[in-house]
């Protein structure tokens, strides 16, 4: 299973790791994860974990408003990473898939 590090940062008062792969259930699964003091000073809790789904039919969607060939899951992953490359990869993919009527379930725990 391929997975792609969309953004990665260590300091000492924070690991933030956000990656986007295919799941073995086909589902484009964004994976996000920030923990550390300022995570702490901001949720209240050290660990902030944040996930995006989505079901394979609506990933289908992704390679037409992408130009990527139709099942090019690798392809698909990597152009998502120089898109989404950023600090603000969760928020600005989910800003994406909204304005794409792209449907997905999301899930954040503090």
């Given at each position: ?5 969309l ?9 933030i790791s956000?990656?986007i792969?295919?799941n073995e ?7 996000g994860?920030?923990v550390?003091k ?10 902030y974990?944040?996930?995006?789904t989505v079901e394979?039919e609506?990933?289908n969607?992704?390679?037409n408003l992408l130009s990527i060939?139709?099942?090019d899951q690798s392809?698909l992953?990597?152009e998502?990473k120089?898109r989404?490359?950023?600090n603000k ?12 009527n ?5 899930f954040?725990?503090?």
């Amino acid at each position: 299973m391929e997975k792609v590090i969309l953004f990665y940062l260590e300091r000492p008062d924070i690991k933030i790791s956000m990656k986007i792969y295919f799941n073995e259930k086909g589902q484009l699964y964004f994976d996000g994860h920030d923990v550390g003091k300022s995570v702490e000073e901001y949720c209240g809790d050290s660990d902030y974990e944040y996930i995006y789904t989505v079901e394979p039919e609506e990933v289908n969607k992704f390679y037409n408003l992408l130009s990527i060939r139709d099942g090019d899951q690798s392809a698909l992953l990597q152009e998502i990473k120089n898109r989404f490359s950023v600090n603000k990869a969760y928020s600005l993919f989910g800003v994406f898939m909204r304005e794409n009527n792209i449907k997905f379930g999301s899930f954040t725990r503090p």
